[in-house]
């Protein structure tokens, strides 16, 4: 390989080595004479799920095919360690892949994303799982090409973990899931350290994308007929921590010239051909009343709002090291529905973290009683290595875990199921997404609030925006009848 010719600067050093790999793709192909195929498996959020469609668009663009089997000649794992068993599914999905290597000598196994963060897990694959072919972390995903080529010239095991980085790379292919809606990154990272979350030591430091980048990529993704983004970030509310890469070295971005979140969706809402703007995950702590203003004032912007809670006790939030108090969750709600009095509030609760009493869970239970979400994302607290809550005192017991996340549902149930009946007869703007997976005379798509609807329909309006009447409340979801 001749360094002289490799670029230094990104994209130019990815499309490069692209472009070597696909004339050994097309080199193997033709020895077998056959396509060759590959398989993404992908586990945990939705920033996980956007970095999978840029492995992807790269894994077509060197001339693998994309099938649905993990028996396939390149299989990627996009990993997820938020919950210590996620681990555990990932080593039995290798056991089973191990058994089809076995078939295919051939094969190329590649692991990825946060799991890879994490100095044992890498300890226990060199040690226990030699088979793997390629491992690397949450800030080099864009070097997929680069690692690719390294494996195929040496034929050995290729590693790249890094702890850090400052530099983005988004000018790359990418195979996005739908073609009407797309998510896009505004920042890395996370700074708040819950004390129960693994996120901050294997995403790292938050990193903010330049509001030019981020604005010329919505314009692409208009142009193409996206009509919804969907603005992404661990923490949206903080974004405005904004680097730059400059002349091969990062650089801060002035004070001056940073831009606040608020203002981010107001420039992203005036791009034409955009006509739904959404945005996950907000933090409480960081929610500004000029946010809430920006989203009751323009109607681009969906009146849904994910805000995760995970307690309603001021005592356990503490121990989260969440920087809020009950009351101050309460009052920002109050603030938000006095703007917007029909938005759609949706959250994360955690059960059972340690030193919970049963006064705390009954605050938890008072806080969903007053806020009545539309939906609530419920977990039973499991702890997670690496994090200062594993070895708190005071460690729930389980018995007494299960018995609280019991009626926690049965209250989230009762609550949601109440609160979504506020739409019954409603005429609704509805996103066509896809076919029903169950009834192929039916669509399914989304009002601006995040109901599903379920409606007589045809695959030609997907992608469409189409008025339906919201007809038969089925508890979580709703049937409708298209209107006009």
């Known amino acids: 390989m001749n360094s002289v010719s490799i670029p230094t600067m990104e994209p130019d050093r990815q499309y490069y080595f692209m472009n070597q790999c696909k004339t050994l793709v097309l080199e193997k192909k033709a020895a077998l004479n056959r396509p060759l195929t590959y398989n993404i498996q992908t586990f945990g959020c939705q920033m996980n ?49 191990k058994t089809l290597k076995n078939k295919n000598k051939d094969m190329i196994v590649c692991l990825c994303g946060c799991m890879m963060q994490e100095p044992h897990v890498i300890e226990t694959l060199k040690q ?9 972390g949450t800030h080099n995903i864009y070097k997929l090409a680069e690692l690719i080529y390294s494996y195929l010239e040496t034929g050995k095991q290729t590693i790249e973990v890094l702890d850090e980085t400052k530099q983005t790379v988004e000018q790359l292919p990418r195979k996005r899931k739908y073609t009407f809606k797309s998510g ?21 430091r938050e990193q903010s994308r330049k509001k030019e ?5 919505v314009e692409a993704l208009a142009k193409q007929g996206i009509s919804e983004v969907m603005l992404l970030g661990q923490n949206v509310n903080s974004y405005g921590n904004i680097y730059e890469y400059k002349d091969g070295k990062i650089v801060e971005v002035d004070e001056k010239d940073r831009v606040t979140f608020p203002q981010l969706l107001t420039e992203v809402c005036k ?50 090291n969440r920087r809020y108090t009950k009351e101050q ?44 979400y539309d ?36 209250l989230v149930n009762e609550i949601s199921n109440a609160q979504i009946k506020r739409f019954a007869d409603q005429v609704k703007p509805v996103l066509v997404e896809e076919v029903n997976h169950h009834d192929a005379s039916l669509v399914t798509g989304r009002t601006e609030e995040n109901v599903t609807v379920h409606f007589p329909g045809t695959a030609d309006m997907i992608g469409t925006t189409v008025d339906v009447k919201l007809t038969d409340c089925k508890g979580f979801y709703f049937m409708g009848e298209r209107i006009g």
């Open 213 to 217: 980048e981020i604005l010329a990529e």
């Open 271 to 320: 791009i034409d051909g955009i006509k739904r703007v959404r945005f996950m995950t907000s933090h409480p702590k960081d929610l500004s009343d000029e946010l809430i203003e920006v989203m009751a004032e323009e109607p681009k912007i969906c009146k849904h709002l994910h805000l995760p809670v995970q307690s309603g006790s001021t005592n356990i939030l503490t121990r989260m």
């Open 49 to 97: 799920s956007h970095d999978s469609e840029k492995l992807k668009g790269i894994m077509d663009e060197i001339g693998y095919e994309e099938v649905d089997d993990e028996a396939a000649d390149f299989v990627i794992f996009n990993t997820c360690t938020i919950r210590e068993n996620a681990n555990q599914k990932l080593y039995g999905h290798l056991g089973h892949v």
């Open 375 to 410: 939906q609530a994302f419920t977990f039973i607290y499991s702890k997670r290595t690496g994090t200062p809550a594993a070895t708190m005192d005071n460690q729930v017991p389980e018995d007494v875990i299960k018995e609280r996340f019991n009626r926690l549902l049965t």
């Open 329 to 372: 969750y309460l009052a920002l709600v109050d603030r938000i529905r006095a703007k917007m009095p029909n938005i759609s509030l949706t959250t994360d609760i955690i059960v059972g973290f340690p030193g919970e009493t049963e006064e705390d869970f009954e605050d938890t239970l008072d806080i969903i009683r007053k806020v009545k």
């Open 184 to 204: 896009v990154n505004i920042m890395y990272g996370c700074n708040n350290f819950c004390t129960y979350c693994i996120v901050p030591y294997v995403r790292g």
């Open 128 to 136: 226990k799982y030699k088979f793997v072919n390629i491992i690397f």
